[in-house]
Nanobody, 115 residues
Framework: QVQLVESGGGLVQPGGSLRLSCAASGSIFSSYAMGWYRQAPGKQRELVASKASSGSTNYADSVKGRFTISRDNAKNTVYLQMNSLKPEDPAVYYC?????????WGQGTQVTVSS
């Protein structure tokens, strides 16, 4: 069982920045494939960014050049740096871990973009 705890969400003005963090349990974090997803009201959950254990990354087209996913294996933590936030970015952001065939989710953290 892997537990994921997100933090760092909040209210930010358009053009602002936030950094989300996700702390994971487990002693083999470096082998987890980690990702960030988001779900806006009335919409399906979508992939925002992912980072494999190999270090390769993948981003949704809508966030390329603005968001950066990173991980610190020593701290069992994955981050999502979000810059130049837009009115279409608000959602609940979820951390995701894939360990073999198992998939784990955090509880989500709300991101609101408003002036």
């Amino acid at each position: 069982q892997v537990q994921l705890v997100e933090s760092g969400g909040g209210l930010v003005q358009p053009g602002g920045s936030l950094r989300l963090s996700c702390a994971a349990s487990g002693s083999i974090f470096s082998s987890y494939a980690m990702g960030w997803y988001r779900q806006a009201p009335g919409k399906q959950r979508e992939l925002v960014a992912s980072k494999a254990s190999s270090g390769s990354t993948n981003y949704a087209d809508s966030v390329k050049g603005r968001f950066t996913i990173s991980r610190d294996n020593a701290k069992n933590t994955v981050y999502l740096q979000m810059n130049s936030l837009k009115p279409e970015d608000p959602a609940v952001y979820y951390c995701n871990a894939r360990v073999g065939f198992m998939v784990y989710w955090g509880q989500g953290t709300q991101v609101t973009v408003s002036s």
